[in-house]
């Protein structure tokens, strides 16, 4: 049984709801159209439903373009919206909790629809040339521009890059205008985490929910000392159970990690206090937050046009 534990992104991912792949919004959000400015005028960010519309005719766009090329291509297995959704660092909808634990389920069926990819199977079955030539069409190969981007590092700065090119420029270009200005902006925005996460945590607001968590937690026969214990508590006990005792293990800590989450507040404050830290960042990084906003907005407006939201 595999579960996605929130020790594997660490808590600085964890906390955040902009961390690409490992967590997003606790609250269960309805698919919406628009956002309205926030009080500076900025954008506000995009929900889970809107950024999995993105990806959606992002595959879409994929597609036409390979197709176009003369290459069949298959877009990706979706998942409903309600089993896209992330437990995060804490889980506070009960509901959830109660269906799914802490999503191993949702993550086997993504593991199933990852083996079965119909768009492995085909590239295999070319010839030789016809492969080359395929991923040339897909990402361009080795003759694909390489973008590069600044991240920022409680040492400094770093860098990083990728190689982007064929129908994957395409899609980018398509989606979000700039290819370039996109990387550049989600790679700092998504690495801002370890600048105030460790703020967070030695916050007493956020301590004193994890201790009122933790209390909640050991009434009900769970002691653990956070979230990810109880999580990696529920890795190491599925190990030695059939599948269904093992699931109905998971959802019995879930559910009380996703009530007493309700009782102490913890979810709520995590979120409060990472708005507030992530709001006093040095006035530098108000650019780049600005322009990824911006970017993935527009990027949103398009990709409503391509492909419908998901059920």
Request: proline letters at 5%; glycine letters at 8%.
């Amino acid at each position: 049984m595999k579960l996605r534990s929130i020790a594997a992104c660490a808590v600085a991912a964890a906390l955040s709801a902009a961390a690409t792949g490992c967590a997003q919004d606790t609250a269960r959000r309805e698919p919406t159209t628009a956002a309205a400015p926030d009080r500076s005028g900025q954008e506000l960010e995009l929900t889970q439903a809107e950024r999995l519309r993105i990806s959606d005719a992002a595959e879409v766009l994929t597609k036409r373009c390979m197709n176009r090329a003369g290459f069949s291509y298959w877009t990706g297995v979706r998942l409903s919206l309600e089993e896209s959704r992330s437990p995060g660092y804490v889980n506070d909808d009960v509901d959830w909790a109660a269906e799914h634990g802490y999503g191993s389920r949702v993550q086997e069926k993504v593991d199933r629809a990852r083996r079965a990819n119909p768009n492995g199977t085909y590239r295999a079955g070319l010839s030789p040339q016809r492969r080359k030539a395929y991923d040339k069409v897909l990402d361009g190969g080795r003759d694909a521009a390489v973008l590069t981007a600044e991240i920022p590092t409680p040492a400094g700065t770093g860098e990083i890059s990728k190689r982007l090119g064929g129908c994957s420029a395409e899609v980018e270009k398509k989606l979000y205008g700039d290819p370039a200005a996109w990387f550049r902006a989600d790679k700092a925005v998504t690495n801002l985490q370890p600048l105030y996460v460790p703020r967070i945590t030695r916050d007493k607001k956020f301590a004193d929910a994890l201790a009122r968590w933790s209390h909640c937690m050991a009434r009900s026969g769970h002691r653990y000392p956070d979230p990810p214990a109880a999580q990696d508590a529920v890795a190491r006990k599925a190990a030695g159970l059939t599948p269904g005792k093992a699931f109905e293990a998971e959802k019995r800590i879930a559910l009380a990690e996703s009530r007493c989450a309700r009782k102490s507040s913890l979810g709520a404050v995590a979120r409060e206090r990472e708005t507030y830290y992530r709001g006093i960042l040095p006035d530098r990084y108000e650019e780049l937050i600005d322009t990824h906003r911006r970017l993935e907005r527009n990027a949103y407006t398009r990709a409503a046009g391509i492909t419908g939201p998901r059920a």
